[in-house]
């Protein structure tokens, strides 16, 4: 039986917080320095009161070699940043004003 929920979030935010062995084949986006990413990403949604934006540490997305991801919804846009004013230009652009940053954005080809 289908659920009728409220759309609580304008955007949801998923960023791979996975942590693989030194030298693991695969790598991982929190050995790429993931971590402090999503802790300054999680102080600014916080600190610009969006309620309706959502937040969610996830497991391995699936493409190791191009991380930190994060990925944003509805939209599905794929981010790879990496510096904290990477971080503030998502949030203050694509999250605050719904505009994606086209130069952090990851292309998924078929
Ligand atoms: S470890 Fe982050 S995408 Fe695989």
């Known amino acids: 039986m289908p659920l ?10 998923f960023c791979c ?3 693989r062995p030194p030298g693991h084949p695969r790598g991982s986006c929190a050995a790429k320095g993931a971590h ?5 990403l999680d102080h600014k949604i916080q600190g610009k009161g969006l309620a309706d934006v959502g937040m969610a540490l996830t497991g391995c ?3 190791c070699s191009a991380g ?3 990925v944003v919804y509805p939209e599905g846009v794929w981010y790879r940043p990496e510096t904290p004013e990477d971080i ?3 949030v203050a652009s694509h ?3 719904d505009v994606p940053v086209e130069r952090l954005v990851m292309v998924l080809t078929r």
């Open 36 to 40: 402090p990413l999503w802790q300054r």
């Open 4 to 13: 009728d929920l409220p759309r609580t979030f304008r955007h949801h935010v």
């Open 61 to 63: 997305l699936g493409f």
């Open 68 to 70: 930190p991801l994060m």
């Open 17 to 19: 917080a996975q942590q």
């Open 95 to 97: 999250l605050v004003n």
């Open 88 to 90: 503030d230009e998502i």
